[in-house]
């Protein structure tokens, strides 16, 4: 129970980059012992980067999880004694990320297991797996499955993997499995694409901070703004004018810091396998959980019942409020975010569930928590340093619970993006566009409806007058029901809807439809299969521009539609390159010849089990990417690489320039 705790606490600390971290790689060797023609020693050598450390086999219950080497039973050899480790570069000493003394090495660690052949005169193997932790100053990584083979034979002896001695390494078998799944072998060259992702961080950073300045203007955030800021006020009276000062800065920066926590698990979850975010964005029962999480949100801001955390926890930080100090100013904001949480809890919600549903992953997260953060902490430490500008706030009212219905629509409408989601990998076809849209449709004519007074809801007060800025917003919520009709237009060219951009990446594709259906963008001619559009690429002589996609992908979306769907772009698509769209949350299950468990990269072991498995498998392994979409230019043989890949590219002249680049190497090939 308690190395459960241990595991668990490893996913509240890991602070690791989107790309795949492998600070620890394994060398292995066998050596025969003297005198001794059927006794073996097995030498494990684990080669530590800079500042990372592995663990001790020996380490206290409730410590870091230890290292582990184990064989698998076997009558052709046993095990002389229990595996001993070298004291080369070791150091036992107080861990502070576990609080604890514990022992680990540094740079090098070295641990060997003595075997004896029982049976000399056949051809057998030995196996086994390593099993250990490694951690630098602010995060860890388990790594469960590195899985080693020994081959013995009565003339050669005890080898590693026919004389390799790296373990992990994927050249075992691979040529076959990859002939088998995608056509082609391992010797695929690669490119380094350094994609720049910082403009995602700030949009989401952004769209983070405006959900901070909507949670706000709550009914459970905004009348907090007085009763703090005169804490603060009498505090300041109290003490110095500069220690209130102090204080006032560093609530907000708490304030910013709890919300920073709340995303630190998901940096460990990434880190497990480079593709596992998109596992859980893409997972059929998570989407569906989303939406109903995001119904009973919908229902809370409407006034029917009040979602609020534990009362334990808010007493419990209440009481931390009396330490004084700035602990006292830590247990504030803690309390802050505690009883706020049935405001706030929903717009989290929606930040949460976008971010893991984008391709930037858990630092999109961590940017997105960090806006909110900022934009509720801001006001308060301002408010707090300069309390004269209260006078200038208006006072709380009736308005604050119109702003909280008016979320409740847009969280009712945001539901079903999520069981979109779901309909569209597992292709149930429940929510065609046509279904979408009309279900949109009635929620914002309702929201309509309530903004000029026709509907009303619990705790409204009578509305005696229609002001100016309530004229507006029912002007502009009706204005976008009229755009949304507009999306049932028809295209003639595509053969189906017109796309509506303001929707791209929320509502379904305009070719998942009942009436105009189309399995691919802008009716382009597309192939889902790689094998299959490599052949008729070659057929043809064209290259090939491999799609990296997805169903529940809101930037492919965008793509799609926004840049696909472009003058200058669509000839690329509809004369010049053969289109292989690959979808990495497909969750349609693979023939049984083709379902394998193999060998990451990193080590780990993955199995494919579905198409979108299959496919998030080829792009981590052969492009050193996980993240859609992600466009490869190939030769029509499908072998070589014209132009580095690229990701999301919203500008569409330089999308274009990488589409004419590549033509450009294909023709002088």
């Not at 290292?67 to 502070?96: C, H, M, P, Q, R």
């Not at 596992?279 to 998570?286: A, D, G, M, Q, R």
């Not at 930037?360 to 900022?374: K, N, V």
């Not at 079903?416 to 779901?422: E, P, Q, T, Y």
């Amino acid at each position: 129970m308690r190395r459960l705790f241990c595991l668990l606490f490893t996913l509240l600390i890991t602070n690791s980059f989107s790309q795949i971290l492998e600070p620890v790689k394994w060398e292995v060797r066998t050596e025969p012992v003297i005198n001794s023609e059927l006794e073996y020693d097995i030498i494990f050598t684990a080669i530590v980067d800079v500042k990372w450390a592995i663990y001790s086999q020996n380490v206290e219950e409730g410590g870091p999880l230890p290292t582990i080497v184990s064989f698998s039973a076997s009558n052709d050899y046993k095990l002389v004694g229990l595996t001993t480790e070298s004291d080369l570069n070791k150091e036992t000493k107080f861990d502070s990320v576990f609080q604890m003394t514990v022992s680990k090495f540094y740079s090098k660690a070295i641990f060997s297991q003595r075997i004896k052949i029982q049976n000399s005169k056949r051809m057998f193997e030995v196996q086994g797996n390593i099993e250990f932790m490694t951690c630098d100053d602010s995060r860890c990584i388990y790594e469960p499955e590195n899985l080693f083979s020994f081959n013995y034979s009565p003339t050669k002896g005890l080898l590693v993997n026919g004389e390799s001695s790296i373990l992990n390494s994927t050249e075992i078998d691979a040529d076959k499995y990859m002939l088998q799944l995608y056509g082609i072998t391992s010797d695929y060259k690669i490119f380094d694409n350094k994609t720049d992702i910082s403009d995602s961080y700030w949009s989401i950073f952004s769209l983070g901070f405006l959900g901070g300045l909507l949670a706000l203007l709550t009914p459970c955030v905004f009348p907090m703004v007085p009763l703090t800021v005169s804490f603060f006020t009498k505090q300041t009276k109290e003490s110095s004018s500069k220690s209130g000062f102090l204080k006032a800065i560093l609530y907000g920066f708490f304030i910013v810091l709890v919300y920073l926590t709340l995303s630190s698990p998901f940096h460990l979850i990434e880190s497990i396998s480079p593709d596992i975010l998109n596992e859980i964005s893409t997972n059929v029962w998570l989407n569906v959980l989303f939406f109903l999480i995001f119904i009973i949100f919908a229902f809370s801001f409407f006034g029917y019942y009040e979602l609020t955390l534990p009362v334990s926890w808010t007493s419990f930080s209440t009481k931390g409020e009396g330490f004084g100090g700035i602990l006292g100013v830590f247990f504030m904001a803690l309390t802050l975010s505690i009883v706020s949480f049935s405001c706030t809890g929903p717009i989290l919600g929606s930040l949460l569930a976008g971010s893991l549903s984008s391709t930037g992953g858990a630092w999109q997260l961590t940017s997105g928590m960090a806006g909110f953060g900022l934009a509720l902490g801001l006001p308060f430490t301002l408010f707090a340093m300069f309390p004269n500008f209260l006078k200038s706030l208006p006072s709380s009212g009736g308005w604050l619970n119109t702003i909280k219905v008016v979320l409740g629509f847009l969280e009712l409408a945001l539901a079903f993006k999520f069981l979109s989601n779901a309909d569209l990998v597992e292709h149930w076809g429940l929510l065609k566009i046509e279904v979408f849209l009309g279900i949109w449709i009635l929620i914002f004519t309702a929201l309509v409806l309530y903004i000029f007074g026709v509907i009303k809801f619990p705790h409204d007060n009578p509305i005696s007058s229609f002001s100016t800025l309530r004229i507006c917003s029912g002007l502009l919520a009706f204005s976008f029901v009229i755009y949304l009709g507009y999306g049932f237009k028809f295209n003639s060219e595509t053969g189906t809807y017109n796309p509506l951009m303001l929707l791209s990446g929320l509502a379904p594709p305009v070719g998942h439809s009942i009436f105009f259906p189309t399995d691919t963008p802008n009716n382009f001619k597309s192939f889902k299969d790689f094998k299959t559009g490599v052949d008729y690429a070659n057929q043809l002589n064209k290259p090939i521009i491999v799609d990296f996609t997805g169903y529940a992908c809101v930037n492919c979306r965008l793509m799609e539609e926004q840049v696909w769907s472009h003058e200058s772009i669509k000839p690329y698509f509809q004369n010049e390159y053969v289109l292989i769209s690959l979808y990495v949350d497909d969750k349609q299950e693979l023939p049984e010849a083709e379902k394998l468990t193999l060998q990451r990269a990193d080590g780990g072991l993955r199995s494919l089990r579905n198409y979108g498995q299959k496919w998030a498998y080829f792009q981590t392994e052969f492009f050193k990417s996980n993240s859609q979409p992600y466009y490869v230019l190939l030769s029509p043989d499908g072998h070589t690489i014209l132009v580095p890949p690229v990701g999301y590219t919203k500008s569409i002249s330089d999308f274009e320039l990488f589409l004419k680049s590549g033509l450009k190497a294909f023709k002088s090939m």
